[in-house]
């Protein structure tokens, strides 16, 4: 271990980031290192620690592309009907992809205007696909959408989800459940037809979601609450949001649905393929 030395750590970081793994891979496995040889100080194994790199323990994050409220409409007409809801509610309520493709029936209440997370779908190895219970408690909660969407899920729930209380809300044109990899063509053709950035991801409807509820007056508190958020510190013990802040939240996105020339509309082009 005494072998370690600052010359050797920078050579093997240097080898991995010239071998294509990403900055974000390698920064952990020089963390974990660098954890480790603070456990051999401690252990009085080596007098210092080696890892001693400027810079090698952080990855900036780069900013992600963020949608207006047309720009999200436009992606939802591109889409087709059958997967329309699921880009207006990921960017309306934040919820991830696998927490969109494990809602039930049960889960949306029209009166309350709320979608509840109780489960996220998850993939084996094998290809399988199941619903999981959310890594925290903050995960499972009632996030309300703007009543400008009522319609939307409304209709929605008519003519495409799983028949049944549990039936799933987004299922494919055959009724299997909604994959990922299955629905990336789409996402990826109506991304294309709607002119936005290649760079845009699915997940990046979340962060749109989160920077225009933000603009909407949500507090940190409140935002960290509707997208589920946990830590390992004490926050969830504060991380506390009425259900009427929460549909105040709601009703300004709905505001600016209106404001940005998004409306609720019967789409009548025909189902798009998917999984």
Not at 233 to 241: E, F, G, K, T
């Amino acid at each position: 271990m005494a072998d370690v030395t600052t010359a050797r750590v920078r050579s093997w970081r240097g080898k991995l980031l010239a071998a294509g793994i990403g900055e974000p891979t390698v920064v952990k496995a020089y963390q974990l290192l660098r954890a480790l040889m603070n456990t051999a100080v401690d252990d009085e194994l080596i007098r210092r620690n080696p890892c001693r790199i400027k810079g090698a323990d952080r990855y900036d994050v780069p900013e992600r592309p963020v949608l207006t409220v047309p720009e999200v409409f436009a992606v939802a007409d591109a889409i087709g009907p059958r997967y329309r809801l699921l880009v207006l509610l990921a960017a309306f309520t934040t919820l991830r992809f696998g927490e969109l493709a494990a809602l039930r029936r049960r889960d949306i209440d029209l009166e309350a205007l709320t979608v509840t997370v109780r489960r996220a779908q998850a993939e084996l190895q094998n290809g399988r696909l199941f619903d999981k219970a959310p890594k925290s408690a903050a995960g499972v909660r009632a996030v309300s959408f703007p009543a400008e969407l009522l319609d939307e899920v409304t209709r929605h729930l008519e003519q495409y989800a799983a028949p049944g209380r549990d039936g799933h809300v987004f299922v494919g044109p055959q009724g299997g459940q909604l994959r990922r990899s299955n629905f990336r063509d789409d996402w990826v053709m109506s991304r294309k037809a709607a002119g936005i950035t290649a760079e845009l991801h699915f997940h990046d409807l979340r962060h749109t979601g989160n920077t225009l509820a933000s603009t909407a007056g949500a507090s940190t508190r409140e935002l960290m609450t509707r997208m589920g958020h946990s830590s390992s510190r004490a926050a969830l013990i504060y991380q506390h949001m009425t259900s009427d802040r929460d549909r105040a939240i709601a009703d300004r996105l709905g505001a600016m649905i209106r404001g940005g020339g998004g409306e609720a509309s019967d789409p009548s082009e025909t189902d798009a393929a998917g999984p």
